[in-house]
């Protein structure tokens, strides 16, 4: 699977560039967050999950919290909140894993949650397997699919300005739905057929694919460069409306929810010091504002509400 984000990721980053708080994102943390906006798509549209799937970094350096959300249909959003000076060319352990802290949480969250149902969450940490810093994305994720889904996994992944790219090989298993073949097949005829070869070779020829061919080149041009000697079947590509594209799922509503949860006393609190309560969404830049008459609003004649607690 390979995807290619051009408006939607520049979407993002004139979004954020256009917040006059934070500014634009330096080069470093647009990578990573370029990478982990690519990485989102592909692992959404390879499991089609129904509900968010939604990638997050947590840092112990000057990036404490990268977020990626991709809906079923593709849309998505993305956001970085970083404190504290980013170096020209920090490396992914400079940016998050700077006191061994850092972590990588994968949560699937259901879109027919039911209530006091968890979504399901995966954390891996920032290491490889002989306890080194892990410095690209791209192996931390490798890492969390060979965990959870047992098969094996490579991701190339690449972000600029312009375009956030990616590739994702990934070994189909060799009997049931999965199969792409369509035929029960056991795991001995497989490496009878050659087929664990054949992986490796693929493997290999994706891993070849240099960041900058990824993001300068179409996917023709990519497929026919790393796989010209395979037989290819390749689907319809999803553009414009039934591919990804961003889309902020904030509203009034549920700010307003995130806002009672606070308590009466805290909100009071804001009013009597500001006036009012605005509360800014850090993915797409909307600003609400709730003046004293609103705010009251929010604890009059409504239930407490237990699911409140976030904007996003
Ligand atoms: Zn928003």
Redesign the pocket.
């Known amino acids: 699977m390979l995807v290619r984000l051009t408006d939607a990721w520049q979407d993002i980053l004139a979004r954020r560039a256009a917040n006059s708080e934070t500014g634009a994102y330096p080069v470093p943390v647009r990578q990573l967050l370029g990478e982990m906006a690519a990485a989102g798509v592909l692992m959404q549209g390879n499991i089609k999950f129904n509900g968010a799937l939604v990638l997050q970094i947590f840092g112990d350096g000057p990036v404490k919290l990268g977020v990626v959300e991709v809906q079923p249909d593709l849309s998505l959003?993305a956001t970085c909140s970083q404190l504290g000076e980013v170096t020209e060319g920090a490396s992914l352990s400079q940016l998050v894993n700077v006191n061994n802290e850092g972590r990588c949480a994968i949560t699937l969250d259901p879109q027919d949650r039911l209530p006091g149902q968890q979504p399901y969450q995966g954390v891996v940490p920032l290491f490889g397997d002989r306890g080194e810093k892990l410095e690209n994305i791209s192996e931390v994720l490798e890492h969390y699919m060979l965990q959870s889904e047992q098969l094996d996994t490579v991701l190339v992944l690449a972000a600029d300005d312009q375009v956030a790219a990616g590739l994702l090989i990934q070994r189909l298993p060799v009997e049931g739905e999965g199969n792409l073949a369509g035929k029960a097949d056991s795991v001995e005829r497989e490496a009878a057929l050659g087929q664990s070869e054949d992986f490796s070779r693929i493997a290999i020829l994706s891993k070849s694919l240099k960041r900058e061919e990824l993001l300068t080149l179409d996917a023709e041009t990519i497929l026919h460069r790393l796989f010209w000697e395979e037989p290819l079947a390749r689907f319809e590509p999803l553009i414009g409306e039934t591919g990804p594209r961003f889309a902020?799922?904030?509203n009034r509503e549920r700010v307003g929810h995130m806002i009672r949860s606070l308590g009466t006393e805290e909100v009071e609190g804001i009013i009597a010091e500001q006036g009012q309560v605005e509360v800014g969404?850090d993915?797409?830049?909307?600003q609400y504002r709730f003046d004293p008459v609103d705010a009251a609003g929010l604890f009059t004649g409504l239930p407490a509400d237990a699911s409140g607690g976030s904007v996003h």
């Open positions: 959003r902020c799922r904030c969404c993915f797409c830049g909307a």
